[in-house]
């Protein structure tokens, strides 16, 4: 510090650790050794220096007057109330070093930010969130007393509101909430949310949702439901997080610190962002997880967990359950099979906070769903031209573009696909939604990203061959409200041989034909989602869970030799590669990208721009950009970070971006 030879004190720290506490100590020895460039693995050579190497490297003379500075007790003990599994010992090992890692690193950089608040002249704003949960929830109760009952709709989502809080003074745990589409589990999930996490003492609540989209609709209804204490206790942290640039400059600079360490009363999140922390390595990913400990963890759309990492994702919930008095909330309309006697690892002693959630979804069964055989394109189109509002939702966005083809000349034909932007699918949906409510043709063509929380209500939805819980998404846009009888509002399922299933949904869809198939009654009914998961988890096989083994690396993994960073590289919740383009869909975009042409930094016009991105292939992305249709941003400063899409004719209103034919791209590189 003073200028002299660097110190290997990470190294040392680790060593006497290792020495002092034996196996604890080696558990300790892994955040220590790694607090700077993170968790190495413990024998396996990576990108770092394994921890037994350095355990037993040559290092530099020790002058023992550092025991006069530090105190070290004689003995460290674990928590008296860790609840050891041998079935998961690596496993659990590899967490708990992980979490100790959270805490040094964390510790680390808030000393290091204290010190230079002394010596700064114009400081950060100090951490945390002045709002406690009890003032939260009484905002809350506010703002659920504005709710009228005027349906019986509303009085059932009443019925699971107070249902729901009726259970908040049990011990934290495992939980679920099984609530059908459209039965109000967002609020009824905050408001048990927050009278448990008083009632237990527990210190914030995470929400964690598996897309962005319904990251930020949630998000904003949390900061209405909050009234003037919204903006101060909701964090929203993703990839796409948009700062208001309105904002007081205070405030963003006290929500960008909130996300490093998630140090605040509402973490409103992605499960990219929360599982991928969880097996992470690095510090800057690891520094919030001793956050997570004592807090309520709402789960959002459960079934969506991926397959190939779901014994994974099954295994940390249940670890911070078990050993870091963390309460889990598994919420969906229909729940995965995963208690014990289902699903390998599953979970035991799960306690269901709807009430009656059979009762509720036969109350709130508002459509009619029907398999109608092999229907082809035209045939599609033919109903279409008879129905003047229809969703049809299809399996990939090249059907959804061959498909509205057919449809384009009808009034109303529509199409929405990933392939917009998301600024693009905002302005889409609300132009749909007006028409739909003005009772305008609206004859929508979309892919599953429709089903993806998007509060939208048609009269009848048809639905290409998937699973059962995509079909029950599929419902949930067909008679929302319930203002139509449900005999009349037909969500009609379709196979069609020119588009079969692609293959990550071919298993499900065969195992919803198999439950099909069965006598048991409604598709939709609790347990015939029950049976759909059972068969489609067995036809996977335990294997395909836990698609790198990282469980079974783990259980032949003893406390020296834990595979830490293995596990941060194989433990991917999205496996496909995409590649980000930006596209200059309107004035704010194209302003930002001018900026950006010249700026020395990128956070503020980076989240600016998130709105404006395209995710494409690999091999997409390689071809636009041998053609010249796509080029870097300012690429001295910031590489190839910001891709521009250069070509406007490769992206229009109908269709978005188009990269399928590469003539085309050559003809249109040579207009430029």
């Not at 019925?159 to 609530?179: C, H, Y």
């Not at 290409?464 to 009349?488: F, K, P, S, T």
């Not at 997409?620 to 300012?634: D, E």
Request: aromatic share 8%; proline share 7%; hydrophobic share 45%.
């Amino acid at each position: 510090m003073r200028g002299g030879r660097p110190v290997d004190h990470a190294s040392w720290g680790a060593v006497v650790a290792r020495q002092k506490y034996k196996s604890l100590g080696t558990l300790l020895a892994y955040g220590i050794a790694g607090h700077h460039a993170g968790l190495a693995n413990g024998r396996e050579r990576g990108e770092r220096t394994p921890l037994q190497e350095r355990l037993s490297a040559d290092l530099p003379k020790l002058d023992p007057q550092w025991q006069q500075e530090v105190s070290l007790p004689d003995i460290l003990p674990p928590p008296n109330d860790f609840r050891p599994d041998k079935a998961l010992a690596g496993f659990q090992q590899s967490f708990l070093a992980r979490m100790l890692f959270s805490c040094v690193v964390d510790a680390d950089f808030l000393d290091t930010e204290a010190y230079y608040r002394r010596l700064d002249a114009n400081p950060k704003p100090l951490r945390g969130s002045p709002v406690e949960l009890r003032q939260l929830r009484e905002k809350l109760d506010d703002h659920l007393t504005g709710f009228i009952v005027d349906s019986e709709v509303n009085r059932l989502r009443g019925e699971i509101l107070s249902g729901v809080r009726g259970k908040a003074e049990q011990p934290p745990g495992l939980f679920s909430l099984t609530v059908p589409t459209g039965g109000g589990k967002t609020l009824a999930s905050l408001a048990f949310a927050l009278d448990h996490a008083i009632a237990n003492g527990l210190r914030r609540i995470i929400f964690v949702i598996p897309f962005t989209s319904i990251v930020e609709q949630t998000a904003a209804v949390f900061r209405k439901a909050f009234g003037e204490w919204g903006e101060l206790a909701v964090l929203e942290h993703h990839s796409a997080f948009v700062d208001d640039p309105n904002k007081a400059p205070e405030a963003r600079d006290k929500l960008a610190l909130a996300m490093e360490n998630w140090d605040w009363p509402v973490v409103v999140t992605t499960s990219v962002q929360f599982f991928e922390s969880l097996f992470a390595a690095r510090p800057s990913r690891c520094r919030k997880l001793h956050n997570i400990a004592g807090s309520v963890v709402i789960l959002d759309e459960a079934q969506a967990l991926p397959l190939v990492q779901l014994r994974p994702c099954v295994a940390v919930l249940g670890e911070l359950a078990r050993n870091y008095r963390s309460s889990i909330v598994l919420c969906t309309a229909t729940q995965p099979a995963l208690l014990a006697q289902d699903f390998p690892g599953g979970f035991d002693d799960v306690v269901e906070l709807a009430p009656d959630p059979p009762r509720l979804f036969r109350a709130l069964e508002r459509v009619t769903v029907r398999h109608i055989g092999e229907v082809n394109d035209a045939a599609l189109a033919a109903r279409f031209a008879e129905t003047p509002q229809a969703l049809c939702i299809v399996n990939n966005r090249r059907h959804a573009r061959e498909l509205y083809r057919l449809i384009a000349d009808l009034p109303g034909a529509r199409h929405l696909t990933t392939l917009m932007c998301a600024r693009h699918r905002s302005q889409a949906l609300a132009a749909i939604k007006a028409d739909l409510r003005a009772g305008r043709p609206v004859r929508l063509v979309a892919t599953s990203l429709i089903e993806a929380g998007v509060d939208i209500d048609f009269p009848t939805v048809w639905r290409a061959e998937a699973g059962l819980d995509a079909i029950a998404q599929a419902a949930g846009r067909c008679n929302r409200e319930g203002q139509r009888i449900a005999a009349g509002s037909e969500v009609l399922i379709f196979s069609n041989q020119s588009w079969p299933p692609p293959p990550e949904l071919r298993q499900a869809a065969q195992a919803a034909a198999e439950v099909w198939r069965r006598p048991s009654g409604s598709p939709l009914a609790q347990q015939a989602i029950q049976e759909y998961f059972r068969q489609l988890y067995w036809d996977k096989g335990e294997k395909a869970l836990d698609k790198h083994g990282l469980l079974a690396l783990l259980s032949a993994s003893g406390v020296d030799n834990l595979p830490m960073e293995q596990l941060d590289r194989d433990f991917r919740m999205i496996e496909s590669a995409l590649m980000p383009v930006i596209v200059p869909f309107d004035d704010v975009a194209c302003t930002a990208l001018a900026k950006l042409a010249y700026a020395e930094g990128c956070g503020q016009l980076a989240r600016d721009l998130q709105p404006y991105l395209v995710q494409v292939p690999r091999n997409a992305f390689a071809a636009l950009r041998a053609v010249g249709a796509i080029q870097p941003v300012n690429p001295l400063r910031f590489g190839d970070q910001f891709m521009q899409l250069l070509n406007p004719a490769l992206y229009d209103a109908k269709h978005g971006l188009s990269w399928e034919d590469p003539a085309f791209i050559e003809a249109e590189k040579t207009i430029w």
